[in-house]
């Protein structure tokens, strides 16, 4: 295992490059074609721009947001105070507790799988699959090819292949789309992938 990032310590000294101060452009181009409705969770969730994004659509969805963070849950859910509809609770994807299996029918995947160590990839899609309904689905944006770091680290954020995506969730999800996404941040065009996967 590589040395664990310090998430918390991230958010306190205000390390956060990854936080846009918008929601995802590629979240907000696919909500003005297709609403979400019913139960959403959004793992890693960070300062909550895309669950307030998702919850400002409409008043059918429900959000929760979740980051191992406190100091994110906290940001999360000041920016959250002003709806009904979502809120940010502190967890972990893995191990998010025995009353959130199978209640989301959708997850909402923005730079958590690509923050997470690759050794644990197979276990993300257990903790996915595990708190999806049957035929809940995996709206993701997953990042192909961050860019490299400053420091030299090799990541987070760790970059992935559509192979080795293919291979992961295969058996376990259905892919209802796939291709790289219109809009995207800048600096992030072309690196991302967009994928609705169906959970089996
Ligand atoms: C790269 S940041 C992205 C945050 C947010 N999605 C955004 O784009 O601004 C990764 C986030 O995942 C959270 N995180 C890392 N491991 C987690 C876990 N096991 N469970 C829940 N959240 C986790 C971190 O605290 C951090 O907020």
Redesign the pocket.
Known sequence: MMEETD?EQC?IDGDTP???GSP?PVLVHYLDAQMLTGNVIA?????G??VAEIARRSDTVSVLG????ST?VSLANSRLAAFENATCEH????DPGSHHAGQYDWVWE???F???DPTRRSNYVDAVHRLLKPDGKLLAVFYLEPKQREDGVAG??FGCSIDELDALFEGRFMIEESRVPEVAYPGREGRELLRVLRRR
């Open positions: 998430w958010y990854w936080d846009q995802s793992p890693g969730c960070g300062s721009h895309d979740m980051d191992i963070s994110a967890g972990d994807l893995f923005h730079t958590c690509c923050a997470i987070p954020p």
